[in-house]
């Protein structure tokens, strides 16, 4: 299985508080995601990043923000979590683009998050 | 733009029974495409994977799928299934070079005794 822990698995905040989530990785791969899960909606890429320090919006990018500071870890931050943030997050790996690679991403276990 | 629907939502099944779970994509330019498998409180795992070739693949579990360039579909089979095979299931597809996998909405298989 891929490396993939994302912490904390579950919390629950109020509306108007930060919300941190972390992915860490041990694989060493250059692509790492945040996708959102809901009914109805499947997976939707909040954002992904293409390296340490590169980083670009997916379609739901609005009321987040990421930082890639090194390889391993990939945080996505709810500046003031409103209560449609209620959520699954899923962080997901990519060994991105290149000639051999297909496009598959391993995913880590999820993050529930409940905003009161 | 790619896209990927899922038809339906949610299908019912006996065990043993043989199931179909249907997805087509939409793309002018050629694309991979994946099924990917979700056991509650889990995340996605790969089932199988389209790159090119046998448009026939077999993937874990005794799943399979057939690639139809003509009608853009990528249909998830078994010809048996068992109550541990109750998860939601997606497709997805990316296309060669690029850095984002679009997923279908999901279908989710009950398996009943």
């Known amino acids: 299985d891929a490396g993939i822990t994302q912490s904390p698995r579950h919390k629950v905040t109020e509306t108007g508080t930060p919300v941190t989530l972390r992915c860490h990785q041990t694989e060493n791969h250059r692509y790492m995601y945040w996708y959102r ?5 499947g997976l939707r890429l909040i954002h992904y990043s293409y390296g340490v320090k590169d980083t670009d919006k997916g379609e739901v990018s ?9 390889t391993e870890d990939f945080l996505l931050t709810l500046e003031s979590a409103t209560s449609s943030q ?27 998050l409940t905003v009161l | ?9 949610q299908v019912p099944v006996f065990e043993e029974a043989p199931v179909e779970l249907r997805c087509n994509y939409s793309s002018s330019v050629s694309v991979y495409l994946f099924w ?16 090119s070739g046998s448009t026939l693949v077999k993937g874990i579990n005794g ?22 095979d109750t998860a939601e299931y997606f497709c997805a597809v990316s296309v060669p070079f690029t850095d984002k996998l ?11 005794p």
């Open chain 1, 37 to 41: 899960q809901d009914p109805g909606h």
């Open chain 1, 62 to 70: 609005d009321g987040y923000s990421v930082s890639r500071s090194k």
């Open chain 1, 86 to 112: 209620t959520s699954v997050y899923f962080c997901a790996i990519g060994a991105g683009p290149s000639g051999l690679n297909t496009g598959e991403l391993f995913f880590g276990e999820g993050s529930r």
């Open chain 2, 1 to 9: 733009a790619q896209s990927v629907t899922q038809l339906d939502s």
């Open chain 2, 36 to 51: 990917y498998v979700q056991y509650p409180n889990q995340g996605l795992q790969l089932l199988l994977k389209y790159l």
């Open chain 2, 63 to 84: 799943f399979e799928a057939e690639f139809n360039k003509s009608q853009t579909s990528f249909h998830l089979r078994k010809p048996s299934v068992h109550i541990s």
């Open chain 2, 102 to 112: 679009i997923f279908g909405t999901g279908t989710r298989l009950q398996v009943f």
